[in-house]
């Protein structure tokens, strides 16, 4: 398949025939081919960086990575008259994990004038069930909560409160007089039950403890479903620790003491406000990185949005991305066992400690004086010294 529509191909790669990924497998190692959409606001700006950074990496490590880019969102718009050509989705479908930049989706018009939001279009397309949204402080670099953290929400991704996303048909928000506007919040046992098993097995790789976020004593149907799913789960895991909060009393305690916390499993809305509240905490949202993850596929996206108020100054903190990157090849690491993709997002994680340690080496919202563009040159100066 020839895509005309890439505006930048770092290595252009063929559709390979079963027959040549077959080869291929016996003499080097496997070829992971990755799709980057760059997006709006600071979108491009980011994901040129962390191509950067991924491209280094590929070279350092022979991780044999592939790359394919696509323009999206309100640039597309304008040429194609959609978001999301289907070509792009059908890129994405193929890919072995996709890279995309910040969308402000808030901004398109309607589905039907070509608006389509990329972000929960791929989620609910490829059923990206789990975002994984991790927040930690870094030594050195201060943190905005009383305590320091470590610790990551497994947001529900495809239902809750998410009008766009929460129907088979039409949309869960709709106005029955001109003054009343009324949303549905939809729940479901598979979808419940499967986000805690996410959570659950990801503490058994960490400090082994599970928190429940919910407001089941206000929602006393939605909340009371999805607390009896976590529940069930938790109890095919006696050795992690299980314990359930407030979503209202979460809010707080994320401010007073975060340390306390290790993975959070929580529904869709409540999960997306307290990770931004939690990676601001942990240092600032330019930090906050995370995957959406399926059985089968993956998907690399900072946790924050499109910054318009920042958008094309050299001024954004392209970590977010970059770390979502890293996630995606351990990730990836785990799916293929593949230990060279964890190394490469471990060097990713431990670089980046590094430089924040530096007052000099920071980018604007961390009170730094670097730029996109220099904080990028830096990270990739610092991975490179390590992966020699
Ligand atoms: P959108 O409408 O796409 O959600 P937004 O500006 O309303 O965009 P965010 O993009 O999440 O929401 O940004 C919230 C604030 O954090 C903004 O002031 C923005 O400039 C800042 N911010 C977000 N991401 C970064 C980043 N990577 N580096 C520096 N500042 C950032």
Redesign the pocket.
């Known amino acids: 398949m020839v895509f005309t529509v890439a505006t930048r191909t770092l290595q252009y790669v063929p559709a390979l025939s079963k027959l040549t990924i077959e080869a291929h497998k016996k003499d080097v190692p496997q070829l992971m081919h990755l799709v980057i959409l760059s997006g709006d606001?600071?979108g491009p700006e980011?994901s040129a960086a962390t191509c950067e950074v991924l491209e280094l990496l590929n070279r350092r490590l022979s991780l044999g990575l592939t790359f394919e880019s696509h323009e999206i969102g309100l640039a597309r718009l304008k040429s194609e008259k959609t978001t999301f050509p289907p070509a792009v989705a059908e890129a994405c479908r193929r890919a072995d994990g996709i890279v995309l930049g910040?969308?402000?989706h808030?901004t398109y018009p309607s589905r039907a004038e070509g608006g389509i939001n990329v972000s929960g279009e791929l989620r609910i397309t490829l059923d990206l069930y789990a975002n994984i949204r991790p927040s930690r402080s870094r030594e050195g670099l201060p943190h905005w909560g009383r305590t320091p953290m470590d610790l990551i929400i497994v947001r529900e991704n495809t239902e809750g409160f998410y009008a766009d996303r929460n129907m088979y048909w039409g949309v869960g928000e709709f106005m029955p007089t001109p003054d009343m506007a009324l949303a549905v919040r939809k729940i479901t046992a598979a979808s419940s039950r499967r986000i805690a098993q996410a959570g659950f097995e990801l503490a058994k790789t960490r400090r082994k403890k599970v928190t429940a976020v919910h407001k089941a004593n206000v929602m006393k149907v939605t909340d009371a479903l999805f607390l009896r799913e976590v529940r069930s789960v938790a109890k095919h895991f006696p050795d992690i620790a299980y314990e359930e909060q407030l979503v209202d009393s979460m809010a707080a305690l994320l401010v007073r003491d975060a340390a306390r916390f290790d993975v959070v499993v929580t529904t869709n809305m409540f999960g997306d406000i307290l990770s931004?509240e939690a990676a601001e905490l942990s240092g600032?949202?330019?930090l906050a990185g995370s995957i959406n993850a399926g059985d089968t596929h993956c998907m690399a996206q900072?946790q924050?949005?499109?910054?318009?108020?920042?958008a094309g100054q050299d001024?954004?903190?392209?970590a977010?991305l970059i770390l979502s990157a890293g996630m995606l090849l351990d990730w990836l690491s785990r799916k293929h066992a593949d230990t060279r993709f964890a190394e490469a997002a471990k060097l990713i994680d431990e670089s980046l400690d590094a430089l924040l340690k530096d007052e000099s080496r920071r980018?604007?919202?961390l009170g730094g004086k670097l730029g996109t563009k220099a904080f990028t040159k830096a990270l990739s100066d610092e991975i490179a010294k390590r992966a020699r």
């Open positions: 606001g600071i980011i910040p969308v402000s808030a931004d600032s949202l330019g900072a924050h949005g499109s910054a318009p108020d920042i001024k954004a903190n392209p977010s980018t604007a919202d």
